[in-house]
DNA sequence: CTTCCAGTACTGCCATACAAGCAGGTGTCG
DNA sequence: CGACACCTGCTTGTATGGCAGTACTGGAAG
């Protein structure tokens, strides 16, 4: 596994990139196929490649299905929670607790916590489908560097998830998830307004044609 | 744009295809790559790609992540309709009662109608998204021609999500919509009793793994 | 100095050829 | 007759050459 980190706006060549990751054009072209799939990468036929800038649609589009998701299936948890999962997040609370976590650290805690409770109700598989439309918004919660202080109240509030999840109090664990997931994308505007160049104007999101469909 | 018809199971050679579709191997192979990003198609390295087998559990997953995402839009519908919409699903329903529809004309209109709800609340670009995992879903409604008479009540059904829409009435929206939604899945369901041999055992889905990956 | 035009150098796209690896049939040996 | 080993044919994966089209740059004309 290769893997290459490119600010957005970056102009991407399958050439320079086959030269640098000294493999050939075409495992870069299907690679790039599938980031322009997930909206990651524009491709714009006979022009070039770029990475795409994050379009602040597309990351609100993703956060309304993410709270889509995530709430919905709060509301399929059984009535015995699976024992193995229950530790693994409490396992991860304490593990976020740690002092001096970076960004990065903190997010893959982020991101496993997420997936462990849709996994109590059974909707893990989901989290996958989740993560393909969520790129746009993980990028731009990985381009700000959340402050220790913001880090700390997000931790508080898995907790608090988690808390009412154990009691088995539905209502309250929708209603302090829905708090973390807005807080969250609060915090992706924040870095917006710090960042914007970033960003992407209105609308800059182009069709990708495809000519040969086989449709199984 | 051309398309392909397959029943699930079927072996697929890309030499074979790229002849019979008279174009290369490369166009066919990026497509068999998208078809397996969403799990329509399997690939087994040195060994041969095959049209997947329906998995109940990944129409298990897309009746889930639907029902979550549209439910939730009938949440966020604004107070005033969006009047060309409105037009459209009401010409959209007007089509649907044409009484000799064919299967495939009315599984165009049903995904017209359902897109055009969520537009109306302003998430109707999350509709590709959904549609990306519905891919299962779909195929299975696809199977099994599901009687005029389960067609009748499905219009019913939309007719009745329409009107508590106009209404404003989102509770009932919402009740409309899960009842639809349930009964559809519940349509699958039998096509799967009446049709074993289209569906999958448990777990067949294996892991796509790809050589470099380059991340924006 | 400005403007227009043509040439060049780049892009992504497609077709083709080569390499690596598995499956199954077949021949041979015990 | 049975079992094992090889070998052929197929698969997907990778590399490379050539094609069509766009953007940029340099020079010439107004």
Redesign the pocket.
Known sequence: MLTLELPPGTA?????LATALQ?????V??SLILLAEEGLVQ?F?????FVSRVDPAQVADAQFLREAVELAALEDLPGELDAGVVARLRANLDEQAVADLDREAFFALDEAFHQGVLELSGHGRTWSTVLSAKGHLDRARRLGLSGTETQAQRIAEHGEVLSAVLDGDVERARAAMRVHLRAVFDDVERIQQRSPELFAGPSTAGPVRR?VVIWA
């Open positions: 991407l060549s399958e050439n320079e493999v050939s054009r075409t495992p072209r299907e491709v036929p006979q022009i070039g490649s000519n």
